[in-house]
C-alpha cells in the first residue's frame, strides 16, 4: 500500500496525512523532490508551495563566485614595498580591468566541487549578481540579461532595451515564492535615481516605477558596493558613506548611514548574516563587523565583533598563511549567510574565518601572477536553488546551457 502503482496512464497515489507527506518528501534528495512534482497535480503544488520553502531555508552555502586577473608585466613588478604612485598605478588598473577578468567558482563543500561551475565563454558575459541561488548576467556588448541556475543547468534570456546605462541586481527569496526579479537602476555618476525597471518573472514584463526620496547624500555619489536583497528591501552602500534602501514592495527609497568608521573605503562587505543585514569593514588598526537589528534604520547598527589587524595576523602567521607579500591589501570579501564567518581576502588568497572560534581555513588561493580584484568586483556567496526555471513557464527559457 505504500507505493505508487500507475495502471493505462492513472496515477493512484496513496492518502497519506499532508504533514506526514511533507515531512517525507523533505527528507528525500533535492533531485528526487523536484521529479516527484509530475506525480500528480496535489503533488505539484505541494511541493512547489510547501516543500520547496522548507528546503530552500535550510539549503547550505555551497561556494563563491570571483574574478582573477592575469597582471601585466608593469603590474607584476609592483610589490607591497612599491613607492605611492607605483600603487596608484597598480588600482587605477584594476579598476579598468573588467573586460579581462575571468570568472571562477570554488566550491565549499567535499564532493560537489562542480555543482556551482558555468560551462560559458566565462569573458563574454558579466556576472552582476546571485541570490539564493540563481545568477544574473548581461552580455557587454547587447541590453539582454541572463538568468541561470547552476544546480538544474538552466537560464532564462530576458531582453531590456534602455538607453541609459543602469546598474542591475536580482531579487529571489525562494522561501517565498519561486518568481524573481530583476531591478535596473540608472547609473548614479550625474544624478541621484528618478525611477527603476523591474523585472518580474511572474508577468514577464518590466515595469518603470518613479523613486520618491530624499536625495541628500546621494546626488553624484557611485555605487562601490555589491547589491543585497534581504525581507523585500534592496541594499547597496554609496561612496557618500551611505546604504541606500528600496522598498521593492511599495516602491519607496530611502537612504541611511553606514555605521562610524574611521574613513569609508573600497575595504568593506555587505551581506546577510543570520537574517540579518551585515556590514563588515577594514579600518585602519581594526576589522568591525557589525549587524542592522532594524532593517530600515540607522540607528538600528550594533557592534557585533571588533578584532585587532595585528592580532588577527598574527593569528594568520601562526596558521602558515603567510599574506604580508601578497601585495597590497587584506580586506573583508564576502559574509557568510547562515554562519559566523566571513571571508577575508588578498589580492591572492579568500580565507573563511570563523569569528567565534577564530578558526581560519585556506579557502582559494591564485597562480603565480593572477589576482583577485576583490576592491573592485564583488566576491558573490552561491547557495543551491531547487527550483527549476522550467516550471515558472516563461518564454526564452534553456535547458542545459547559458
Avoid at 607584476?76 to 579598476?95: C, G, T, V, Y
Avoid at 535615481?193 to 523591474?198: G, I, N, S
Avoid at 547597496?236 to 574613513?263: G, M, Q, T, Y
Amino acid at each position: 500500500m505504500g507505493s505508487i502503482s500507475i495502471q493505462k496512464d492513472v496515477c493512484f497515489v496513496p492518502k497519506i496525512c499532508p504533514d506526514v507527506l511533507v515531512q517525507i518528501l523533505c527528507r528525500l534528495p533535492e533531485k528526487d523532490l523536484i521529479q516527484h512534482k509530475c506525480v500528480s497535480k496535489d503533488w505539484y503544488f505541494l511541493i512547489s508551495e510547501t516543500c520547496v520553502p522548507i528546503v530552500s531555508a535550510n539549503t547550505s552555502l555551497c561556494g563563491l563566485y570571483f574574478h582573477t586577473l592575469a597582471l601585466s608585466d608593469d603590474m607584476s613588478r609592483i610589490q607591497s614595498n612599491s613607492s605611492f604612485d607605483a600603487k596608484n598605478f597598480f588600482f587605477a588598473e584594476l579598476s579598468k580591468s573588467g573586460d579581462r577578468q575571468v570568472l571562477e567558482y570554488v566550491s565549499l563543500e567535499s564532493g560537489s566541487d562542480d555543482i556551482g561551475v558555468v560551462e560559458i565563454d566565462k569573458h563574454a558575459k558579466n556576472l552582476l549578481d546571485c541570490c539564493n541561488g540563481l545568477l544574473l548576467f548581461r552580455k557587454p556588448s547587447t541590453r539582454q540579461y541572463d538568468i541561470f541556475n547552476p544546480t538544474t543547468k538552466e537560464s532564462v534570456t530576458i531582453p531590456y532595451s534602455c538607453d541609459s546605462y543602469c546598474d542591475a541586481a536580482l531579487t529571489f527569496d525562494p522561501c517565498k515564492s519561486i518568481h524573481f526579479k530583476v531591478i535596473c537602476i540608472p547609473n548614479f555618476h550625474l544624478d541621484a535615481p528618478k525611477w527603476l525597471d523591474m523585472f518580474s518573472s511572474e508577468t514577464e514584463k518590466w515595469v518603470r516605477h518613479t523613486l520618491h526620496f530624499d536625495p541628500v547624500h546621494i546626488d553624484g555619489s557611485n555605487i562601490i558596493k555589491e547589491f543585497v536583497s534581504l525581507n523585500g528591501m534592496l541594499y547597496w552602500v554609496l561612496a557618500s558613506n551611505n546604504l541606500f534602501c528600496i522598498d521593492l514592495n511599495l516602491v519607496s527609497a530611502h537612504a541611511i548611514d553606514l555605521p562610524k568608521i574611521e574613513r569609508a573605503s573600497l575595504s568593506s562587505s555587505i551581506g546577510v548574516s543570520m537574517g540579518h543585514l551585515c556590514f563588515a569593514q577594514r579600518e585602519r588598526s581594526n576589522i568591525s563587523i557589525w549587524l542592522l537589528e532594524d532593517n530600515n534604520q540607522a540607528d538600528g547598527w550594533i557592534l557585533k565583533y571588533s578584532i585587532r589587524l595585528d592580532y588577527l595576523l598574527d593569528c594568520l602567521m601562526v596558521v602558515q598563511f603567510r599574506l604580508l607579500d601578497e601585495i597590497f591589501w587584506f580586506q573583508p570579501y564576502a559574509i557568510h549567510p547562515k554562519s559566523y564567518v566571513i571571508f577575508l581576502g588578498t589580492a591572492r588568497s579568500i580565507i573563511s574565518w570563523h569569528i567565534k572560534s577564530i578558526q581560519f581555513k585556506l579557502v582559494s588561493k591564485t597562480r603565480e601572477g593572477m589576482v583577485v580584484p576583490g576592491s573592485f568586483t564583488p566576491v558573490l556567496t552561491y547557495s543551491r536553488c531547487i527550483v527549476p526555471l522550467k516550471s515558472l513557464g516563461m518564454r526564452n527559457f534553456r535547458s542545459n546551457q547559458l
